[in-house]
């Protein structure tokens, strides 16, 4: 205990009360916001129903998510940049592979209620990279006695990197997590409570979608047309099955569309001096997206906390399951992700000197479930059970991540 006092206090003077402050306070500001939704929810209020919450999940993704990436990523990123900062995307991948091996593994010896198997994997193997580490980040640095000196750099250089690992954050969230937390073959994650676990076997609405395909195929070969037009017919028809089977439209969203364009405009810089410098002549459309951007966290968590109206003990995932999802995502999934980047930085993989970018890539293994990855749990019809689960883990992360970061600190300073 020594130890820790002595080398948090070493860390720019902090003490292991002030370490354990930067911890508790964004997860602090987090529940104040999920309260104003649950609030507005319940039955005293009830001005927030459950249609209003889908709609401002859908708002969040299209709109407020995309404006964030835009403004935040375009404006931090460069050519050089992308250079210096590749391990943090990376990191992101490698923190999804690894907490999903982990969540693989904890729901296998589990074992939680049909159809929820692949919904714990995801909420052990998805943590929040960008909402709590933001807002972790800007409380950290408005002190001015925090370990990382100046409180503007130190804000500027931590809203940057975490900017940088959003946009592939959101095409695992478009993509992975989308598609992992699909509803089972009943078509609902409403299955009763008696019923077996069903065989596996080729989903019955799955040969419908490939019949129009061959039976036009079939149709085209049969009618005598030209060649020209029949050539071009099979393209058409092979482009089509491709888009489906690919899942493109599912992929290109608009999230995804914000990160590509971000990084396109902000390596170049005709154009980045063109549209997201302070004197841009089209700044106005950057500063309309930052300020779009800025509410999607406290819309996002309205929304969650409105979910939580039926009580966070209401989900079908039962206590077993619950504990084994925070166990594995507060305590299983840091240790690995401590190893991987005390590995990267000795290969020479990260900036050398930069404590900032080390103690950001540690925040990306430490941080709770991804609120994310919960809205999008939402519009895949398992909403309360993921922000039952959010609710449980949040609550533990006060103690977790005053832990990790009381040991992250000592590590680096």
């Known amino acids: 205990m020594e130890r820790i006092l002595m080398a948090a206090s070493q860390a720019g003077g902090e003490s292991l009360l002030a370490t354990i402050k930067y911890a ?6 987090v529940f104040t ?6 609030l507005m929810a319940s039955k005293y209020v009830n001005i927030f129903p459950a249609s209003g919450r889908k709609l401002l999940n859908g708002l969040v993704f299209s709109l407020l998510l995309p404006c964030l990436i835009f403004s935040q990523l375009g404006r931090a990123v460069s050519l050089q940049k992308i250079v210096e900062w590749w391990f943090i995307p990376v990191n992101v991948v490698i923190a999804t592979i690894t907490g999903s091996i982990i969540g693989f593994v904890v729901a296998s010896i589990v074992r939680p209620p049909y159809p929820y198997f692949k919904f714990t994997i995801i909420h ?14 800007a409380a950290l640095c408005r002190d001015k006695s925090n370990p990382f000196g100046d409180s503007s750099k130190c804000s500027e250089d931590g809203n940057a990197y975490i900017s940088f690992g959003q946009w592939v954050g959101a095409i695992i969230l478009y993509t992975y997590v989308f598609q992992m937390l699909a509803p089972p073959p009943e078509g609902s994650f409403d299955v009763a409570e008696e019923q077996k676990l069903p065989i596996k076997s080729t989903p019955v609405n799955g040969m419908p979608e ?5 039976t036009s195929e079939v149709a085209e070969d049969s009618e005598p047309t030209e060649i020209t037009s029949s050539k071009r017919g099979k393209i058409l028809d092979a482009l089509h099955y491709i888009f489906e089977k690919l899942k493109i439209k599912q992929i290109v969203q608009p999230p995804i569309i914000a990160s590509i364009l971000a990084i396109f405009i902000g390596v170049i810089p005709f154009l980045k001096n063109l549209i997201l410098t302070d004197d841009a002549p089209f700044f106005f459309f950057t500063d309309s997206c930052i300020m779009l951007g800025e509410a999607m966290i406290p819309c996002i968590l309205l929304a969650l906390g409105g979910n939580l109206i039926d009580g966070p003990g209401s989900s079908k995932l039962g206590l077993k399951t619950t504990a084994a ?3 594995a995502r507060l305590l299983l999934v ?10 990267a930085d000795k290969l020479g993989f990260l900036p050398e000197g930069d404590k900032m970018f080390r103690f950001i890539l540690l925040l990306q293994h430490t941080m709770p479930t991804s609120v994310l990855s919960g809205a999008v749990a939402n519009l895949r019809g398992c909403g309360r059970e993921a922000a039952a689960i959010l609710f449980w883990v949040h609550i533990f992360a006060i103690f977790s991540m005053a832990g990790w970061i009381t040991l992250y600190l000592s590590i680096l300073f």
């Open 24 to 29: 508790v306070l964004p997860i602090a500001k």
């Open 33 to 38: 916001m999920c309260f104003m939704g649950f």
């Open 124 to 137: 052990i193997g998805i943590g929040n990279i960008g909402n709590i580490p933001l807002v972790l980040i």
């Open 210 to 214: 490939q019949v129009p395909f061959l």
């Open 325 to 327: 999802i925070i166990f």
């Open 334 to 343: 840091p240790p690995t992700g401590l190893g991987v980047v005390m590995l």
